[in-house]
T-cell receptor, first 111, second 112 residues
Framework: SQQGEEDPQALSIQEGENATMNCSYK?????LQWYRQNSGRGLVHLIL?????REKHSGRLRVTLDTSKKSSSLLITASRAADTASYFC???????????FGQGTRLTINP | DGGITQSPKYLFRKEGQNVTLSCEQN?????MYWYRQDPGQGLRLIYY???????QKGDIAEGYSVSREKKESFPLTVTSAQKNPTAFYLC???????????FGPGTRLLVL
């Protein structure tokens, strides 16, 4: 079962620009998490946002959550070449203690 | 050094062979997870365990088996019944509900 769907599937921007990725999901959630994956590596946690929160920041990252639209967005400001990676959203929808991951957005930052 | 380790980094399987992927964590987390990732795709849940000596099937458990005899260890066996095992396998652990999952570096399984 695939809960989260990221949009776009791929994004290519110039260094210094902002990157926005979106995640939509189908059912009510307890929380939504964003992860980054560099090629061939494990996932690294970025931000967790709970269902009663609307926005969270961490350094150059900003995550918003709109539970009425069942969607979240991840904004990376002032992008750097090192931000090149795949980004995944994952939802905790209650019931069993597990996350459901989306297909990811492949972000490429061009120098 | 706290974290999750997976071994080996690369694993080769011959047809009809069972192979076991190792996952160890020293984070004192109760819950552990196994995911499969195919090229360009997201993660799909194979099995998970919320406590020692207990585990549940995920979305794609067929052809796989696990055990959870110790809190620190959650090995995954890819059996000969799994006809398309070539993939990147990721192990994760979680302290409690609503917390972050921490991932290991992954094992890439290839079929000879």
């Amino acid at each position: 079962s695939q809960q989260g769907e990221e949009d776009p599937q791929a994004l290519s921007i110039q260094e210094g620009e902002n990157a926005t990725m979106n995640c939509s999901y189908k059912t009510s959630i307890n929380n939504l998490q964003w992860y980054r994956q560099n090629s061939g590596r494990g996932l690294v946690h970025l931000i967790l946002i709970r269902s009663n929160e609307r926005e969270k920041h961490s350094g150059r990252l900003r995550v918003t959550l709109d539970t009425s639209k069942k969607s979240s967005s991840l904004l990376i400001t002032a992008s750097r070449a090192a931000d090149t990676a795949s980004y995944f959203c994952a939802t905790d929808a209650g019931g069993a203690q597990k996350l459901v991951f989306g297909q990811g957005t492949r972000l490429t930052i061009n120098p | 050094d706290g974290g999750i380790t997976q071994s080996p980094k690369y694993l080769f399987r011959k047809e009809g062979q069972n192979v076991t992927l190792s996952c160890e964590q020293n984070l004192n987390h109760d819950a552990m997870y196994w995911y499969r990732q195919d090229p360009g795709q997201g993660l799909r849940l194979i099995y998970y365990s919320q406590i020692v000596n207990d585990f549940q099937k995920g979305d794609i458990a067929e052809g796989y088996s696990v055990s959870r005899e110790k809190k620190e260890s959650f090995p995954l066996t890819v059996t000969s019944a799994q006809k398309n095992p070539t993939a990147f396998y990721l192990c994760a652990s979680q302290l409690a509900r609503g917390e972050t999952q921490y991932f290991g570096p992954g094992t890439r399984l290839l079929v000879l």
